[in-house]
């Protein structure tokens, strides 16, 4: 479910850094409400490949993949008169 009035954020603030036997990760951040709360964290799995894990009440995480097909179908179908008033 999605709130109707979402905090907007017009520019993604990117950094890395090194998880302890983690690897390299990057973190997008930005929120005005809360600037270095991390909103999504890109990492890699030996076995499960680059991921992307969404923060919020509940993490979420899947495959970078999957966050590239949802955004080429995005691209080619969300319209201009498919947004609610």
Known sequence: MHTPHPEWIPVLH??????VEDGMHVEATGRPSAP????????ADELLGMQVVLHGQEDVAFPLSELKRAIALAEAEVHPESFYD
């Open 14 to 19: 990117l950094q890395r850094f090194s998880a």
């Open 36 to 43: 270095a709360t991390p909103i999504m964290t890109f990492r």
